[in-house]
């Protein structure tokens, strides 16, 4: 090509596009925002600018680029800044983009409110009453979601309330179709896919204030009532009661004309799909519902077994009506790809993933299932000692039918993962993966390590003994456990040392191994285990724990200013709850600590340690405590107003025996009375001061001081006053407390009806027996068999939970007599009251007696029941206690294991009180009593005294 077609040519192609430029750009280009509609550009217009010139590349692609998706969203703010429009548009080369808003914008403005169709706020209506500034951006800033304010707050006058409030413009409460022109339909969810409620077939026959804001409130999820609340009339229950509209109860495909597929979750084995379309074909909702599943969220949360008894889905399918639940699982647990999932089986180093293509492929799902493995949730949970014996994997996996359990470890375990190894600074990284690359697995396992959870719970100690990692990690296999510490803990952590009442030390590994080793302190200073440095300052102070280092030479000393290791997070010190009777009170460091340094206080005054101000009020006026400074001269006293530190006292809750705490209320009384009105005279400010009984009260001491009938209601007035609470009252007895319920008998009766005549309200006032109560004490007076249930009838009436007796026994040890046993077979009145009198110690009865037929006897006599003279540890055992020369104790226990009873039962030893005399020595060295065994041959001899005679 010639020069001067080259020349012509580059012409051509500067001036195509000032020729071409109207045939193929397009003109107008809408750009949509976020908040004020669409801002029209036009091309035309633009190129027609004497700065432009017809010149495309003015702006592509420097400020926009050609390719209409790599131009991203500006905000005005950048734009501001040069960017995008503002790039020209910058009150230079053309009017600013922070000028009149309306030059670029326009249009309606789309206001979505999620129930009811979106409501169109017209830019254009209200720019010509107002300018932009007058909504800009005091109400409403032109971003993205500025305006998400609900009803009640444009009614209080927020976003579009602060004009529309019924004098500016019309109310927001007013008719809802001045904004809600077309309330569209609303998607209401359900179980069963979504109902669709329609505003317009409402609308026709309503008007909106009929169900706003009375049944519907107009605000998101304000509807979201199940099914029963809509039979009671609720929500849309309100008009579908069969009488204005069809019932909610009624016919389900109604509402439901679109009933979806559920998902039932099912543990292990994927979501098994139930399908209402298939269902629907064959059967009615009635046939269903509510008898079988009830409408309403997680309705059938039952497993395979109660299924296979022919709840949820097994009322249908139970082999005859349809197929049964127990069939071919695949038939329901479908699956997305196959029928059942993979399952992540939990062990201590990381998942086990157990296949079920992979063994579908070769086995029936009734090969595992039900025997090996019940189909329900954590079926599975058991460890390799159970595995080995032929449990869960290990059925199939013995070594015959499939590889062993046994076996190499990573057959299952393919992804051991590091173990992190807790410890008091922090965790030990122990790297499965550094290991296997030089070991096998059974050189651990199970040797050394037993594969099971918290197998390895050894401390240093044991390590350093050999167990452990201590096994290889010797010195010689491997680096000493006793060797350098960093080696395992790289990153000891920092400790937080708690202290009561200031705050926990933080102790700084980082700082302290940055001028020592850790062998400087480990472990002759610290033994490295958990809790090794629990010591108080005093001990600190005398060269211990930190104070070995900290003593004033080698680091600061630990008596030294408080704050050095006190640093706490905002103040090196918290604040104290000190306890009280009447609620804790608040002792600030903070506030002290303005005024006042550590050493004024500490330790003259307050001894470094837990709970070293722990004293009365006596105290603290006397100067102790609090008082050294709160004497009325230097600070307010402790003897001032109460409130001063007790600036919450609460209610007191006033033990009562028998029925119940008695609460006293510190505000209601503070109301009406000055602290000093009742403290110190008529109670004393220290604890347990006012424990007096009803007696001392009526007399005029404690609360009767005021309560006295005349100053406020009498203690003896109605005992409700106080004693709201009456609480059911344990009565004990041999057999087991009787409990007195004073709820069922206040129902009837009013106090004054027991109280005082027939029960004195004081502890213990209805210690009587029933011989007693059978003559018309206690109990008994009202209990006579006419005026209610005579304490003679039936003992269960009373004695519900009659427990086991434990029958004493000189000798032998108690003998366990058992309610529980007799009471299966026989009625009380076999044995109450003509075997045993109900009373306390009624069958102190010796062998002798029984053996002639009286109390246990009766029936214990080789005929009804086994003998009492049959073999002793029927009822027996225990040892005997002597007091000879210091404790001398037989054991019964140790003798029965070479011995039976009648070898010393009855020639050597009579089996009742007193019949046999304490032989002497000089009796059982000739082959008395004991010697008639301990001769030496038998047993040791008698000579041999420590054996018996414990001192």
């Not at 100053?711 to 005992?719: H, S």
């Amino acid at each position: 090509m010639t020069r001067r077609w080259m020349i012509l040519a580059v012409l051509i192609m500067v001036a195509l596009p000032s020729v071409l430029y109207g045939r193929w750009i397009k003109d107008e280009v809408y750009l949509q925002t976020d908040s004020v509609g669409k801002v029209e550009f036009s091309h035309f217009a633009h190129m027609e600018m004497e700065s432009i010139g017809k010149n495309c590349p003015t702006c592509h692609n420097e400020a926009f680029h050609i390719v209409t998706k790599k131009n991203p969203a500006f905000t005005m703010a950048e734009m501001e800044s040069g960017q995008s429009c503002g790039f020209c548009h910058n009150d230079s080369k053309a009017f600013g983009v922070g000028g009149d808003c309306t030059t670029c914008h326009a249009g309606d403005v789309e206001i979505n409110y999620g129930i009811a169709e979106k409501v169109m706020f017209s830019h254009d209506v209200h720019a010509d009453m107002f300018g932009c500034d007058d909504c800009h951006s005091d109400l409403f800033v032109p971003e993205r979601n500025s305006n998400q304010v609900g009803m009640k707050k444009m009614e209080e006058g927020e976003s579009c309330g602060a004009c529309h409030d019924g004098d500016s413009a019309f109310s927001v409460k007013s008719d809802c179709s001045n904004c809600h022109t077309s309330a569209g339909a609303i998607a209401m969810q359900s179980l069963v896919g979504d109902i669709l409620f329609s505003h317009d077939v409402h609308t026709g026959a309503f008007d909106c204030d009929e169900c706003h804001s009375d049944i519907f409130k107009a605000k998101a999820n304000s509807n979201q009532v199940g099914m029963k609340k809509m039979e009671d009339g609720e929500s849309c229950g309100a008009c579908h009661d069969g009488d204005s509209a069809f019932s909610v109860t009624g016919d389900c495909v109604t509402c439901h004309s679109n009933a979806a597929d559920m998902d039932i979750l099912a543990k292990d084995v994927n979501a098994v799909p139930f399908s209402h379309t298939i269902h629907t074909e064959m059967l009615g909702c009635a046939d269903c519902h509510p008898d079988i599943f009830v409408a309403k969220a997680n309705s059938n949360q039952v497993g395979m077994q109660r299924m296979e008894a022919g709840e949820s889905c097994g009322a249908c399918h139970d082999g005859d009506t349809a197929f049964g639940v127990g069939e071919d699982c695949t038939t329901c647990h479908l699956g997305d790809f196959t029928y059942s999932k993979d399952m992540p089986i939990q062990s201590s180093v990381g998942d086990i993933v157990f296949s079920h293509v992979v063994h579908s492929e070769m086995f029936g799902c009734d090969e595992c299932h039900p025997q090996t493995f019940r189909a329900k949730a954590n079926s599975n949970q058991v460890g390799m000692q159970k595995m080995e014996s032929g449990e869960s994997c290990g059925a199939c996996h013995d070594g015959d039918s499939a590889f062993s359990v046994k076996g190499d470890c990573r057959s299952c375990h393919q992804g051991a993962e590091d173990i992190p190894i807790q410890s008091t600074v922090g965790a030990i990284v122990f790297s499965h993966d550094a290991h296997i690359e030089m070991f096998g697995c059974d050189e651990c396992h199970p040797d050394t390590f037993k594969a099971k959870a918290n197998s390895n719970q050894a401390g240093m100690k044991k390590m350093e003994a050999g167990e452990s990692c201590g096994t290889c990690h010797d010195g010689d296999t491997a680096f000493a456990v006793a060797g350098d510490c960093v080696t395992c803990h790289s990153n000891a952590a920092d400790v937080a040392i708690q202290a009561q009442d200031v705050g926990a030390v933080p102790f700084s590994h980082d700082v302290h191994v940055e001028m020592f080793g850790c062998g400087e302190c480990h472990p002759d200073i610290f033994v490295a285990q958990a809790n090794s440095n629990q010591v108080g300052m005093t001990r600190m102070e005398d060269g211990e724990s930190c104070g070995a280092c900290h003593d004033g030479d080698t680091a600061f000393g630990v008596g030294e200013a408080c704050a050095t290791c006190h640093t706490g997070s905002l103040t090196y010190t918290k604040n104290v709850a000190i306890k009280s009777g009447v609620w804790t009170i608040p002792f600030s460091h903070k506030s002290h600590t303005e005024n006042f340094s550590c050493g004024e206080c500490h330790p003259d005054v307050f001894r470094a340690k837990a709970n070293s101000n722990q004293v009365g009020m006596a105290k603290m006026e006397a100067g102790a405590s609090c008082g050294a400074c709160h004497n009325g001269e230097d600070a307010f006293s402790v003897a001032g107003d109460c409130a001063e530190c007790h600036v919450s006292s609460v209610d007191v809750a006033i033990q009562a025996k028998s029925v119940g705490t008695v609460p006293f209320s510190h505000a209601e009384h503070g109301r009406m009375f000055a602290c000093d009105e009742c403290h110190p005279d008529t109670f004393k400010a220290q604890a347990n001061s006012n424990q007096v009984g009803m007696k001392k009260m009526e007399a005029g001491a404690s609360c009767g001081a005021c309560h006295d009938g005349r100053t406020a209601f009498g203690v003896k007035d109605d005992c409700s006053s106080c004693h709201s609470g009456a609480v059911d009252v344990p009565m004990q007895s041999t057999v087991g407390a009787v409990v007195f319920s004073h709820g069922v008998h206040t129902d009837d009766f009013g106090c004054d009806e027991c109280h005082p005549d027939i029960f004195e309200a004081k502890a213990n006032s209805t210690q009587v027996g029933m011989k007693k109560m059978e003559s018309g004490e206690s109990c008994g007076s009202c209990h006579d068999g006419s005026t209610a249930f005579g304490v003679a009838d039936d003992c269960i009436t009373c004695h519900e939970n009659a427990v086991d007796v434990a029958i004493q026994t000189k000798n032998v040890g108690v003998a366990p007599f058992s309610h529980a046993v007799h009471t299966e077979m026989f009625d009380c009145s076999d044995c109450h009251p003509n075997l045993f009198r109900a009373k306390a110690n009624s069958n102190q009865v010796g062998m002798q007696a029984m053996e002639a037929g009286a109390s246990c006897g009766a029936c214990h006599n080789g005929g009804d029941a086994f003998s009492v003279k049959e073999d002793c540890t029927s009822c027996h055992a225990g040892d005997v206690v002597y007091k000879a020369f210091g404790k001398t104790i037989f054991s019964h226990a140790v003798h029965l294991d070479n011995f039976g009873c009648d070898e010393c039962h009855p020639r050597l030893f009579q089996a009742r009180r007193g019949a046999n005399k304490v032989a002497t020595m000089d009796d059982m060295e000739i082959g008395q009593s004991c010697g008639a065994c301990h001769n030496g041959g038998k047993a040791f001899g008698v000579e041999s005294c420590d054996p018996c005679h414990i001192k």
